[in-house]
T-cell receptor
Framework: DTAVSQTPKYLVTQMGNDKSIKCEQNLGHDTMYWYKQDSKKFLKIMFSYNNKELIINETVPNRFSPKSPDKAHLNLHINSLELGDSAVYFC?????????????FGPGTRLTVL | ELKVEQNPLFLSMQEGKNYTIYCNYSTTSDRLYWYRQDPGKSLESLFVLLSNGAVKQEGRLMASLDTKARLSTLHITAAVHDLSATYFCAVDSRDFGNEKLTFGTGTRLTIIP
């Protein structure tokens, strides 16, 4: 059973396009996250949502817009894609944002902008 | 801003040897996590360390936390090829009361037969 799933796994697109990545978790967790991992494997948080509410919004261009229709889903929409957006994007979830919690990661979406 | 540094960044070691990966962080925190990432794969949680002096062991890996020194170690005993991966530490910091993980730079471990 997949705990945190993402689609698509790979995404190749042209500069200037708009694309979305979807994430779903079946762990019953309250909190979900988006991370970006660059080509040097550096992993940085972008957003977190707790029960559909935006909690953390790091310094991310406003071309990136997360949306959480319910607490099991957190999607990431990216407008006007740029070359520098090429990276692996990981979704993660945790039980609650107000206490210690392990974060469980999805398989990642490798985005390539040409 | 919290900074998390790991060293070494790259580690190549022979099977059967012991080694330690270090994770230093810059501000007070008593919660630290270790993750493993295989090439092209996701991150897998290895250890959750929640207090000063915490020690956890799983197989050939042992993690410890010294919150006073702001240091965590991941010790590998008698390395085997299956342990080849990139290892990340992540430190919990409170951002207006909410947890945020700041990841270290990662240590790419290669075990040579």
């Amino acid at each position: 059973d997949t705990a945190v799933s993402q689609t698509p796994k790979y995404l190749v697109t042209q500069m200037g396009n708009d694309k979305s990545i979807k994430c779903e978790q079946n762990l019953g967790h309250d909190t979900m996250y988006w991370y970006k991992q660059d080509s040097k494997k550096f992993l940085k948080i972008m957003f977190s949502y707790n029960n559909k509410e935006l909690i953390i919004n790091e310094t991310v261009p406003n071309r990136f817009s997360p949306k959480s229709p319910d607490k099991a889903h957190l999607n990431l929409h990216i407008n006007s894609l740029e070359l520098g957006d090429s990276a692996v994007y990981f979704c993660a979830s945790s039980r609650s944002i107000s206490s210690y919690n392990e974060q469980f990661f999805g398989p990642g979406t490798r985005l390539t902008v040409l | 801003e919290l900074k998390v540094e790991q060293n070494p960044l790259f580690l190549s070691m022979q099977e059967g040897k012991n080694y330690t990966i270090y994770c230093n962080y810059s501000t007070t925190s008593d919660r630290l996590y270790w993750y493993r990432q295989d090439p092209g794969k996701s991150l897998e949680s290895l250890f959750v360390l929640l207090s000063n002096g915490a020690v956890k062991q799983e197989g050939r890996l042992m993690a410890s936390l010294d919150t006073k020194a702001r240091l965590s170690t991941l010790h590998i005993t008698a390395a085997v090829h299956d342990l080849s991966a990139t290892y990340f530490c992540a430190v919990d910091s409170r951002d207006f009361g909410n947890e945020k993980l700041t990841f270290g730079t990662g240590t790419r471990l290669t075990i040579i037969p």
